[in-house]
């Protein structure tokens, strides 16, 4: 029964290209033998090494699940979100990516509240416009010292935490998170 279901499969040779091609070196009375890759062969010459999005610098090596994780503000899964939307693989090397696709990236991150649940975005119902915001890079910082500036100035709690420089979250601070020179219990001579 097994030998009435065999196939026979033929193998094939593919036509030999520049890019497979063998060269010979000779240096002094060695040789050496150097294959050339296949890069030119899988459309990697135009493949950049960064890739600029969203005022981010992301390296070209990294698959695009990772490499839009290099931007401050977009998760892992935020940027599997991203690349779904956008219908790019995620597992490409970003930096193999077509203008077209880097740019329909910075599309869908420029406007993320738009294409995302609410759940999703990182600053829901701002304080000033009451929008859904998803904010990323640099202004992810200045918007934080901005609430931290407003607790502080309207005395709440934790603005008064932050002032003092204590735990803000609620720790308990008797034994952990001692800062400083003083360690241990000084000692009458």
Same mark, same amino acid.
């Given at each position: 029964m097994a030998e009435d279901k065999e196939v026979v499969e033929e193998k094939v040779q593919p036509e030999e290209t520049a890019s497979d091609a063998v060269e010979e070196k000779t240096s002094g009375d060695s040789k050496s033998v150097e294959k050339k890759g296949k890069k030119a062969e899988?459309?990697?010459?135009?493949?950049?090494?960064?890739?600029?999005?969203?005022?981010?610098? %992301?390296?070209?090596?990294k698959r695009v699940l990772y490499a839009l994780t290099?931007?401050?503000?977009?998760? %892992?899964?935020?940027?599997?979100?991203i690349a779904d939307i956008a219908g790019i693989d995620r597992r490409e090397k970003i930096g193999n990516l077509s203008d077209e696709q880097v740019s329909k990236l910075?599309?869908?991150i420029s406007n993320f509240p738009k294409y995302a649940p609410d759940w999703m975005v990182n600053r829901r119902k701002d304080l000033a416009t009451g929008e859904n915001l998803h904010i990323i890079g640099a202004d992810l910082a200045l918007f %934080?010292?901005?609430?931290?500036n407003r607790l502080k100035k309207i005395r709440a709690y934790r603005g008064i935490r932050h002032e003092l420089g204590l735990s803000v979250r609620g720790q308990r601070t008797r034994a952990n998170g001692r800062r400083g020179l003083s360690l241990g219990v000084s000692r009458k001579r």
């Open positions: 899988s459309g990697e010459s135009d493949f950049r090494y960064i890739v600029r999005i969203a005022d981010t610098d %992301l390296d070209g090596e290099g931007i401050k503000g977009i998760s %892992l899964h935020v940027s599997g979100f910075h599309d869908i %934080l010292r901005e609430d931290i």
